[in-house]
């Protein structure tokens, strides 16, 4: 793995396409913080924050959308995109701020914008690798990037909510604003090739097609994202994740309130810094568990319910911060897996389709479970909600355990199409 990644960091597009995740997922950490904690200030609702925060989750449920633009749209000239739109909104709120005009109104008109700019990163990032980093170095790509995007997740979490204690949430938006500028410089400079013609020095986006082109072949394109799926393992994979997505919807609706009774602002974004540390560290493992049956590291979420379940009903605050993040380490390795699982059985021209499809299968129940969550949390109280979502990692582990074929899913690094019932076009042309 060492000479793997210094081979990776000699590759001057991953080194920008890196700083650039680091530094814009800095700027998603910092307005999600901040525009949720001031709902829960400004409201006081659970309810409030919790469809908030189904607004700022609504990629999730809509990447499907975006997956045919992925793969045809000029990639460099959509990740500079989203990064000036962020920037500009959320340089609005202090200024509505110092207007008097700062409303929870506000915040629901400047989340869907700050949701759409965000829309195509997700499976922009699968379809984009591909073609700046060869086949080999991919499981290394996809650990280095989730664990700076991870552990800076943890890292301004945890800064947000001291900053929002100590100077107040509009005043971080002013430094939210610089992240998206640096992040659009430096992906300005990214050269992306063709999974084919990595090699070589033409820069392939250049030459993608025109708006009108990819708009035509949409519907086809859409449907070929969900027929490759249809009938495969994958579609019991996407359940797993979809449950556990919606209990994790239910959690970060009510995790403002759920920090507040702990100990404020600064509880709140230490509880969100543990949930990045407990993903880090599990991303940081995946490459040396590469080797272990895929089966066994799903089964493995079953340990992350039992600590979460402890963290709710912990005896102190450090001590719930400290098992609320060792929740998150089997979510964290499994994740990074499934990115490489899908860049290794899934064709490159496919990737961008795939991805969005499985990501809004599995990850429209997130919003949806940000929505339930405030509702469930202004009748059961928070601490029971926070205990009940404890589930969702739970459901993974017995519903694999219950299935033979997942359970026996073979390591990613010998993985091929067939174990997952995959049939490719290449394959039936051989028959």
Same mark, same amino acid.
């Given at each position: 793995?060492?000479?793997?990644?210094?081979?990776?960091?000699?590759?001057?597009? @991953?080194?920008?396409?890196?700083? +650039?995740?680091?530094?814009?997922?800095?700027?998603?950490?910092?307005?999600?913080?901040?525009?949720?904690?001031?709902?829960?200030?400004?409201?006081?609702?659970?309810?409030?924050?919790?469809?908030?925060?189904?607004?700022?989750?609504?990629?999730?449920?809509?990447?499907?959308?975006?997956?045919?633009?992925?793969?045809?749209?000029? !990639?460099? %000239?959509? #990740?500079?995109?989203?990064?000036?739109?962020?920037?500009?909104?959320?340089?609005?709120?202090?200024?509505?701020?110092?207007? +008097?005009?700062?409303? $929870?109104?506000? #915040?629901?008109?400047?989340?869907?914008?700050?949701?759409?700019?965000?829309?195509?990163?997700?499976?922009?990032?699968?379809?984009?690798?591909?073609?700046?980093?060869?086949?080999?170095?991919?499981?290394?790509?996809?650990?280095?990037?989730? *664990?700076?995007?991870?552990?800076?997740?943890?890292?301004?979490?945890? #800064?947000? +909510?001291?900053?929002?204690?100590?100077?107040?949430?509009?005043?971080?938006?002013?430094?939210?604003?610089?992240?998206?500028?640096?992040?659009?410089?430096?992906?300005?400079?990214? *050269?992306?090739?063709?999974?084919?013609?990595?090699?070589?020095?033409?820069?392939?986006?250049?030459?993608?097609?025109?708006?009108?082109?990819?708009?035509?072949?949409?519907?086809?394109?859409?449907?070929a994202g969900v027929d490759v799926l249809r009938g495969t393992l994958f579609v019991e994979l996407i359940l797993t994740t979809a449950v556990a997505n919606f209990t994790t919807g239910v959690?970060?609706?009510?995790?403002?309130?759920?920090?507040?009774?702990?100990?404020?602002?600064?509880?709140?974004?230490?509880?969100?810094?543990?949930?990045?540390?407990?993903?880090? $560290?599990?991303?940081?493992?995946?490459?040396?568990?590469?080797?272990?049956?895929?089966?066994?590291?799903?089964?493995?979420?079953?340990?992350?319910?039992?600590?979460?379940?402890?963290?709710?009903?912990?005896?102190?605050?450090?001590?719930?911060?400290?098992?609320?993040?060792?929740?998150?380490?089997?979510?964290?390795?499994?994740?990074?897996?499934?990115?490489? !699982?899908?860049?290794?059985?899934?064709?490159?021209? #496919?990737?961008?389709? =795939?991805?969005?499809?499985?990501?809004?299968?599995?990850?429209?129940?997130?919003?949806?479970?940000?929505?339930?969550?405030?509702?469930?949390?202004?009748?059961? +109280?928070?601490?029971?909600?926070?205990?009940?979502?404890? %589930?969702?990692?739970? @459901?993974?582990?017995?519903?694999?355990?219950?299935?033979?074929?997942?359970?026996?899913?073979?390591? =990613?690094?010998?993985?091929?199409?067939?174990? @997952?019932?995959?049939?490719?076009?290449?394959?039936?042309?051989?028959?």
């Amino acid at each position: 793995m060492i000479a793997g990644e210094r081979s990776l960091w000699h590759n001057r597009d @991953f080194r920008r396409f890196f700083a +650039g995740q680091f530094v814009t997922n800095a700027g998603d950490s910092l307005y999600t913080v901040a525009v949720l904690w001031l709902a829960f200030e400004l409201s006081g609702s659970s309810l409030v924050t919790g469809a908030l925060n189904a607004i700022l989750l609504l990629p999730w449920l809509l990447q499907i959308l975006a997956g045919p633009l992925v793969d045809r749209l000029p !990639l460099r %000239s959509v #990740l500079v995109g989203s990064q000036v739109v962020q920037g500009l909104v959320v340089l609005a709120l202090p200024v509505t701020a110092v207007t +008097g005009h700062l409303s $929870v109104g506000v #915040l629901f008109a400047v989340a869907p914008i700050l949701m759409l700019a965000t829309l195509l990163m997700a499976p922009m990032e699968s379809a984009l690798l591909p073609r700046i980093v060869t086949e080999e170095r991919l499981s290394d790509a996809n650990s280095a990037l989730a *664990t700076v995007t991870l552990g800076l997740d943890m890292v301004f979490d945890a #800064l947000g +909510g001291g900053f929002i204690a100590l100077f107040g949430a509009t005043t971080l938006f002013l430094t939210d604003s610089i992240t998206f500028a640096v992040a659009a410089l430096l992906f300005a400079g990214i *050269t992306i090739g063709t999974p084919a013609d990595r090699e070589g020095t033409e820069d392939a986006d250049d030459s993608a097609p025109s708006v009108g082109s990819v708009l035509r072949s949409y519907r086809s394109d859409l449907r070929a994202g969900v027929d490759v799926l249809r009938g495969t393992l994958f579609v019991e994979l996407i359940l797993t994740t979809a449950v556990a997505n919606f209990t994790t919807g239910v959690a970060l609706a009510i995790l403002p309130a759920f920090g507040d009774g702990l100990g404020g602002p600064a509880v709140y974004g230490l509880l969100l810094g543990a949930l990045g540390i407990g993903r880090l $560290v599990g991303s940081i493992v995946a490459p040396y568990v590469e080797g272990v049956p895929y089966g066994t590291v799903l089964v493995s979420q079953g340990v992350g319910a039992g600590c979460w379940l402890a963290a709710v009903f912990a005896p102190s605050p450090a001590a719930t911060v400290v098992l609320f993040g060792l929740a998150w380490v089997p979510a964290g390795a499994s994740g990074v897996l499934t990115a490489t !699982l899908n860049q290794r059985v899934f064709p490159s021209d #496919l990737l961008g389709r =795939v991805s969005a499809t499985k990501g809004t299968a599995s990850g429209a129940t997130l919003p949806l479970g940000s929505l339930v969550g405030g509702l469930i949390a202004e009748s059961l +109280g928070t601490t029971t909600t926070m205990a009940l979502a404890a %589930s969702g990692f739970g @459901f993974t582990a017995v519903y694999v355990l219950s299935r033979p074929r997942l359970r026996r899913l073979p390591p =990613v690094d010998a993985a091929t199409p067939s174990d @997952f019932g995959l049939e490719l076009e290449s394959d039936r042309s051989t028959e």
